[in-house]
């Protein structure tokens, strides 16, 4: 089965960091731009970042820009997220996706994975 596998977060304080994982099982990821989305308790899922095929473009929510890095290794069929100075607010399951292109429009991303817990809390 094709499908993402997430890891890396974890329980941390407020201003600390994580570096989330996300890796390619059962396809190659080449040929897809990556998005990492988030979803908190009671809230809808939201893009967070997007990479795209090549690596020379990425983008950011308002909400992590200057915090967050999005990165990928094709070599290792792994993309990550470096997330510093991390907020309460942060809280949230992450999950990783592909699609051609970025786009805002989650129901065009693929091979969803299960997801990594990320609390932010003191």
């Known amino acids: 089965q094709s499908q993402f596998v997430e890891s890396g977060g974890g329980l941390v304080q407020p201003g600390g960091s994580l570096r989330l994982s996300c890796a390619a099982s059962g396809f190659t990821l080449d040929y897809y731009a990556i998005g990492w989305f988030r979803q908190a308790p009671g809230k809808e899922r939201e893009v967070v970042s997007c990479?795209?095929?090549?690596?020379?473009?990425?983008y950011y929510a308002d909400s992590v820009k200057g915090r967050f890095t999005i990165s990928r290794d094709n070599a290792k069929n792994t993309v990550y997220l470096q997330m510093n100075s991390l907020k309460p607010e942060d809280t949230a399951v992450y999950t990783c996706a592909a699609d051609g292109l970025c786009s805002d429009y989650q129901g065009s991303y693929n091979y969803w994975g299960q997801g990594t817990q990320v609390t932010v809390s003191s």
């Open positions: 990479i795209t095929r090549s690596g020379g473009n990425t």
